[in-house]
């Protein structure tokens, strides 16, 4: 995902609003944009350098869409507010960085859906729920009714698991975002959304979860929670992307030596072969930088393939 720093943000052409520069009469702080009404549209705009939060949300204002903006750089507190009973507003496709606390605080009402946003650099959380937890039945009650989140257990090159415990006989969406970082808390936000997938919940109010697609090593995987009436969690824990392949790998016989087996030997970057392949051996190499063949130099042992071995080498890493 773009706009990783300013100079990318600055080239946006966007209506620029940098609040925070007047103070009220009184010499109070200001947030950038205020929102106090319901059913508006709030599109395509930074909004940016509130000195008390940038998008602030109060007077009970509901129903709202925040779509497609840059929220970014709060001087103070949040890029996003809800304050006093805001209710079922939808904050979608924005990108929402670098503000000095929370990414989107929702501090007073519910189903408030936050899907498909770029959460990411905040000094807070991506999305702040005080006093959050995963209750055993989410019967807790609060902004967003403190809708309890998953917890990834393990994140693959191809695969993503996790569990989730909260409310029984419930469907809920879980959205996948990965991470070029992980966040400070151990709690995740969401730079690049990945793509969704729905669980439901049994009896006991669990549930396990699998999520496939194509994921990149030394990422960061985080996920989030929403249910039928539109309450969306906190981000989940971050789980990094592990490769089963080591970066390089350097083959060498005899301890390499291969005779007659199918195998493959792959690596996510490089492979260098100074090992025998003899009988008919079927043996693919991979690895995404370079596969070195290195061969007999000066009586030392070097790469051979012979007698009948089938030797493939792929350029797309580890697999
Ligand atoms: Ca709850
Ligand atoms: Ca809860």
């Given amino acids: 995902m773009a706009f990783r720093n300013q100079t990318q943000l600055a080239k946006v052409a966007l209506i620029d609003i940098n609040g925070g520069t007047t103070p009220t009469p009184s010499g109070n702080p200001m947030p950038t944009m205020i929102v106090n009404s319901n059913n508006n549209t709030i599109q395509g705009l930074r909004i940016r350098g509130g000195k008390y939060s940038n998008l602030f949300f109060q007077n009970n204002a509901s129903n709202n869409l925040v779509r497609c903006n840059i929220i970014n750089n709060s001087i103070n507190f949040n890029g996003v507010i809800l304050f006093s009973n805001n209710n079922n507003n939808t904050i979608q496709e924005n990108y929402i960085f670098f503000n000095s606390g929370a990414g989107v605080r929702i501090f007073s009402g519910t189903g408030n859906k936050i899907r498909n946003n770029s959460i990411a650099y905040n000094s807070s959380s991506g999305i702040l729920i005080d006093a959050n937890i995963n209750d055993n039945n989410d019967s807790d009650t609060g902004p967003n009714n403190k809708q309890n989140f998953p917890v990834i257990v393990s ?114 970057a490089s492979i260098t072969a100074k090992n025998k392949i003899t009988g008919n051996a079927n043996v693919t190499y991979r690895a995404a930088n370079f596969i070195l063949l290195a061969p007999e130099t000066g009586g030392n042992a070097g790469f051979v393939v012979n007698n009948g071995a089938v030797f493939p080498t792929q350029l797309i890493g580890c697999q």
Avoid: K
């Fill in 155 to 268: 994140a693959g090159l191809n695969e993503i698991t996790g569990t989730f415990q909260g409310a029984s006989n419930v469907t809920l969406t879980l959205d996948f975002y990965s991470n070029t970082a992980a966040d400070p808390s151990g709690f995740g936000e969401g730079e690049t959304p990945l793509g969704s997938t729905t669980i439901t919940t049994g009896g006991s109010g669990s549930a396990s979860f699998t999520f496939n697609g194509t994921f990149v090593a030394g990422t960061f995987i985080s996920a989030t929670a929403t249910d039928a009436d539109n309450n969306t969690s906190q981000f989940s824990n971050v789980m990094a992307v592990t490769s089963p392949c080591p970066p390089a790998l350097s083959l060498v016989s005899p301890a390499d030596y291969i005779n007659g087996a199918t195998v493959i030997r792959q690596a996510t």
